[in-house]
């Protein structure tokens, strides 16, 4: 089976451009996350969707990110505009159900570097 | 609040035993999960046991739970280069919604030497 997927693997951007992180969960999960891990501050939920509703967003550090899934098999997470601090692994993860023995799977994650 | 605690950094040689340490303020959890991190790559689930367990065993990894004191390790028998990585804690609960949520902690960074 295909794992999380998602891209690009890497972006580099200049400071003030818009930057679109895209995410292919795992067929048939029903929860997706969004996750950001620096140094600083290790790893953050921004948000995260139920059968593509967004639940709780209270992770989302301002007006410049933004989070979508318009269906099952995919979501988007967009800056606009970028600032260096937004320099970060970006990960997307998915989880079948409420089962209580039933994990968070990762995606690689996307490096990005704002300059 | 809500809080998972660990050391940042564990230094081991390769064959001893690698014991990682994790505490944790949530009393209503249900279950913890230790996870993996190698360079480059995205977390993947290693083990996890419920709140109702004291150990949990599986291959070269041992869990402990000592739910009085909210404490959790996870120790690596044998350790190899290969399991140099960075090891997060993961608290399961619910949220208000009575929606699961993970909270994490930072982290510990395990160098195995030769």
Known sequence: ?115 | GEDVEQSLFLSVREGDSSVINCTYTDSSSTYLYWYKQEPGAGLQLLTYIFSNMDMKQDQRLTVLLNKKDKHLSLRIADTQTGDSAIYFCAEGTWDAGNNRKLIWGLGTSLAVNP
């Open chain 1, 1 to 115: 089976d295909a794992g999380v997927i998602q891209s690009p693997r890497h972006e580099v951007t200049e400071m003030g451009q818009e930057v679109t992180l895209r995410c292919k969960p795992i067929s048939g999960h029903d929860y997706l996350f969004w996750y950001r891990q620096t140094m600083m501050r290790g790893l953050e939920l921004l948000i995260y969707f139920n059968n593509n509703v967004p639940i709780d967003d209270s992770g989302m550090p301002e007006d410049r990110f933004s989070a979508k899934m318009p269906n099952a098999s995919f979501s988007t997470l967009k800056i606009q505009p970028s600032e260096p601090r937004d320099s970060a692994v970006y990960f997307c993860a998915s989880s079948p159900d409420r089962g209580i023995d039933q994990p968070q799977h990762f995606g690689d994650g996307t490096r990005l570097s704002i300059l």
